[in-house]
């Protein structure tokens, strides 16, 4: 499976093979071997490349929460493909103006901003419908929505323009 994880402001594309607690982990350049196995509830152990490490993980407003080697890390996850449809839509320009285009072709279910409105990064611009799974869309930046140009109801096809924020 493929996944893409935030820690902070950085996105790694994680890949993981295997099952039965023994995984094949990449993080771009880097392989590791690993045995992973449920200790008390919360806490796994890890034999990773040789090397063994106790992690505890819990769940903190939809973030992982890991601790290993006193050292935390909040962690959100996403399936790759859920990741790419969700950030491949917005293209920047270089005087700041943002284009959010559509990824795939889908059916505009929900306009949640109107020409005019301030938005911060995170808010929610838009729902397309696409292979029967609400993708909804968010800002990747903030500032003022110039353009709107579609409704609820219509129809989009790949590269159509959406709306514009600068």
């Known amino acids: 499976m493929r ?48 090397a063994s490490y106790l992690a505890t993980v819990g769940d903190e407003e ?3 929460v890991v601790e290993v080697l006193d050292e935390t890390y909040g962690i959100r996850v996403e399936e790759a493909t859920r990741h790419a449809v969700r950030t491949r839509g917005a293209a920047a320009f270089g005087d700041g103006e943002h284009v959010v285009k559509a990824p795939m072709p889908g059916q505009v279910t929900h306009v949640a901003v109107r020409p005019g409105d301030i938005v911060a990064a995170g808010d929610p611009l838009l729902v397309i419908e696409a292979m029967k799974m609400q993708n909804e869309f968010k800002a990747r930046a903030g500032g003022t929505v110039t353009d709107v140009r579609v409704s609820a109801g219509q129809a989009v096809n790949p590269g159509d323009i959406l709306l514009i924020i600068k």
Do not use: C, K, N, Y
């Open 62 to 64: 939809g973030a992982f």
């Open 3 to 50: 996944f893409a994880a935030a820690v902070g402001d950085a996105i790694e594309m994680i890949e993981v093979v295997g099952d039965d607690g023994r995984f094949r982990v990449t993080i771009g350049a880097h392989v590791w071997d690993v045995d992973a196995r449920l200790s008390p509830p919360g806490s796994w152990s890890l034999l990773i490349d040789g």
